[in-house]
């Protein structure tokens, strides 16, 4: 079982940054992909960006060039930094992790949600 913890959600001026952070815990054998995803009021919950245990990232076309996706695999732990935000950024954000375990099952894991806030 694999606990994800959000941090560093937060109300900002458009045109501000924040930093969001993501550290896994529990037994982990192996995680693949970490990612963030956001859901606003009434609409799906959509991928940001993701990144490889590689190190390979993939972004949302609306975010390319002001945010920027990280991880550390000795801390289990993923970043997110975020630049020059939008009211249209204002969502919940989400913390996603792909996992194997020992048996080689890929599960799927969500944090909690961490509320981000850009005002105009």
């Known amino acids: 079982q694999v606990h994800l913890v959000e941090s560093g959600g937060g109300l900002v001026q458009a045109g501000g940054s924040l930093r969001l952070s993501c550290v896994a815990s529990?037994?982990?054998?192996?995680?693949?992909?970490m990612g963030w995803y956001r859901q606003a009021p009434g609409k799906q919950r959509d991928l940001v960006a993701e990144?490889?245990?590689?190190?390979?990232?993939n972004y949302a076309d609306s975010v390319k060039g002001r945010f920027t996706i990280s991880r550390d695999n000795a801390k289990n732990t993923v970043y997110l930094q975020m630049a020059s935000l939008k009211p249209e950024d204002t969502a919940v954000y989400y913390c996603?992790?792909?996992?194997?375990?020992?048996?080689?099952?890929?599960?799927?894991?969500w944090g909690q949600g961490t509320q981000v806030t850009a005002s105009s």
């Open positions: 996603n992790a792909r996992a194997v375990d020992s048996r080689g099952r890929e599960l799927d894991y």
């Open positions: 529990g037994i982990i054998f192996r995680i693949d992909v």
């Open positions: 990144i490889g245990r590689g190190g390979t990232t």
